[in-house]
């Protein structure tokens, strides 16, 4: 009886650090992001081009993310300007507690790539918990892009977790069965015809 407590508290240990790691990986991708769009705003603001469209426009907005990212005195500058703003700075705090966080838990032994593993060889060993747990991540990848991108990253390091999640959306008339993904009104047309 306390060999099954003692599983059960392993499981329920191991799917929140997971989560919490999950949440550690969209906190920082919005810090960079706020950051680097601040900055952007700032250092735009005093030229004639409009801001808002060139922010507008993905791929421009995405060359420009890129330009300072791969330039060290732009990174430079645009820290410096995210250090100097409330937002940005308080921003980058958080990032700090949760670098320092995650320092301290490698320190006792907790690899970031140990915790993967054991998550998934929890969630073979336990088939409902795996398929509620995807069920929600699934949800919150339809809410938050950040999140479906780290998911799609997860999957493609994962390609067992890639079929259980094409299986699910299978299941819930998102994905034919020919696995190509289906809009709305595919979605409609699809159950109509079912019925």
């Known amino acids: 009886m ?20 999950l949440k550690f990986n969209i906190m920082k991708t919005i810090t960079i992001f706020i950051t680097m769009l601040t900055v952007l705003v700032f250092n735009v603001n005093g030229q004639n081009t409009d801001v808002k469209s060139l922010l507008d426009n993905q791929k421009t907005r995405t060359e420009i993310f890129n330009a300072i990212a791969e ?8 820290m410096q300007v995210a250090k100097e703003n409330e937002h940005g700075a308080m921003m980058m705090r958080n990032t ?3 670098q320092m966080k995650k320092i301290e ?12 593993h054991q998550m998934m060889e929890m969630m073979k060993d336990n088939p409902e918990m795996m398929q509620k747990m995807m069920g929600n991540m699934m949800e919150m990848c339809k809410k938050d892009t950040v ?23 299978k299941e819930k008339g998102t994905m034919d069965p ?12 699809h159950d109509n015809h079912d019925h």
């Open 2 to 21: 306390t060999a099954v407590k003692i599983h059960t508290v392993i499981h329920t240990d191991a799917a929140k650090k997971f989560i919490n790691h």
């Open 96 to 98: 700090e507690n949760h």
């Open 178 to 189: 020919d696995g190509k993904m289906m809009n709305t009104k595919e979605k409609s047309n």
């Open 147 to 169: 999140m479906r991108n780290q998911m799609i990253n997860m999957m493609t390091e994962h390609p067992e977790m890639m079929k259980m999640c094409m299986q699910k959306m």
């Open 105 to 116: 838990s490698k320190e006792s032994g907790m690899m970031h790539k140990n915790d993967e």
């Open 71 to 78: 330039d060290h005195q732009l990174m430079m500058d645009f």
